[in-house]
Nanobody
Framework: QVQLVESGGGLVQAGGSLRLSCAASGSIRSINAMGWYRQAPGKQRELVAIITRSGSTNYAGSVKGRFTISRDNAKNTVYLQMNSLKPEDTAVYYC?????????????WGQGTQVTVSS
């Protein structure tokens, strides 16, 4: 069994910062791409940032320059540093990863963590 567990969400004022973490656990052989998505009430889930195993990154235009994704391959963990937060960043943030534990990569989602930015 493989599991993704997020932490670090919460309530913050506009302009503030939060750091999300997502740790993968289980009999993992390797993890390919890891990413963060978010879903605001009444909206579709959208990509926030993604990072490959080698460290290449890609960001949504709305967060570029404010958010930084990183990962620790030894800990099977991905992070999202969020700075200069805006009320429109309020959403449930989900971790996503392509994890190989049975010989082929399988896509997994975390349970989500709430981020609320007050104005």
């Amino acid at each position: 069994q493989v599991q993704l567990v997020e932490s670090g969400g919460g309530l913050v004022q506009a302009g503030g910062s939060l750091r999300l973490s997502c740790a993968a656990s289980g009999s993992i052989r390797s993890i390919n791409a890891m990413g963060w998505y978010r879903q605001a009430p009444g909206k579709q889930r959208e990509l926030v940032a993604i990072i490959t195993r080698s460290g290449s990154t890609n960001y949504a235009g709305s967060v570029k320059g404010r958010f930084t994704i990183s990962r620790d391959n030894a800990k099977n963990t991905v992070y999202l540093q969020m700075n200069s937060l805006k009320p429109e960043d309020t959403a449930v943030y989900y971790c996503n990863a392509d994890i190989d534990w049975v010989g082929i990569p399988i896509n997994y989602w975390g349970q989500g963590t709430q981020v609320t930015v007050s104005s």
